[in-house]
């Protein structure tokens, strides 16, 4: 059980949470233009965390909470399309507009998911201790891979890697405290938080980072070894996932 003085337990474990993204993202960003060079590995990467984290996460999580939250979904997969339309139209006279559009938008996703983790953080603790404590360590277990793709997207937009830093901490660590606090005192409390609508559009978000980014992305790698890298990824998120429902 995680304590402190004044400090409600789930929003330690969102700042525990952040320190875990931030050190994915350094990690990263350490790697300099080798990472660069190996993106679509990344991508791949990122589809295999990515799809385990909508299809038995997100989708079955946000549908247990709300059975309208598939409309949910809909809505931030189409909500996505037009907020990365509206950013390409913003950088049309870029190189390239339709990457870097892609890239702000995805960051932005990431970061709305993030905040819902951390909703989810504090909503656990507050139900039970020790289920807070196995939602923890579950979610623990994709903060790190999860700060490598918000600095890996954050880059592919077109940010230098000071810049790249910056949003990546906000989008992947940041967020996820914020959103503790809010369910910790903003709402009233996380009985009063709206998580299943807001897993809804967190699943349809990533579902267009997958489709529009990160597949197109990922197909670069030669040889089809991004379908290993891919699969790596889906490890790990399976072993997150199971973790965290240990509790059930």
């Known amino acids: 059980m995680l304590e402190g003085a004044g400090i409600p337990s789930g929003v330690l ?3 525990i949470a952040a320190c875990v993204s931030t050190a994915g993202l350094l990690s990263m960003a350490a790697l300099g233009d080798w990472g660069k060079r190996n993106s679509a590995y ?6 295999g965390v990515l799809l385990v984290a909508v299809l038995f996460h997100l989708t079955p999580e946000s549908l247990s909470y709300s059975r309208s939250a598939w409309r949910w979904m809909i809505g931030g997969f189409l909500g996505m399309s037009i907020l990365g339309f509206g950013l390409r139209l913003l950088s049309q006279n870029s190189r390239n507009g339709h990457g ?20 989810i953080y504090e909503a656990t603790y507050s139900t039970e201790a ?3 404590s196995l939602a923890t360590a579950g979610l623990l277990l994709h903060e790190f891979p999860e700060g490598v793709i918000a600095y890996f997207l954050a880059r592919d937009a077109g940010l230098d890697r000071i810049r790249s830093i910056v949003w990546a901490f906000i989008a992947a660590s940041l967020t996820t405290i914020f959103g503790a606090i809010v369910a910790s005192g903003f709402l009233g409390g996380p009985e009063n938080v709206p998580i299943g609508p807001m897993l809804g559009l967190t699943a349809g978000g990533l579902a267009y980072i997958m489709a529009f980014h990160l597949g197109p992305h990922a197909s670069l790698t030669p040889n089809k070894r991004g379908y290993f890298i891919a699969s790596v990824g889906v490890v790990i998120a399976l072993a997150a996932v199971v973790l965290r429902h240990m509790q059930h």
Request: charged letters at 5%; zero cysteines; glycine letters at 12%.
């Open 130 to 132: 020790f289920t807070g």
């Open 42 to 47: 990344f991508s791949a990467f990122a589809i």
């Open 100 to 119: 870097i559009a892609i890239g702000y938008a995805s960051v932005i996703a990431l970061g709305f998911h993030s905040f819902v983790d951390g909703l």
């Open 13 to 15: 474990a969102s700042i």
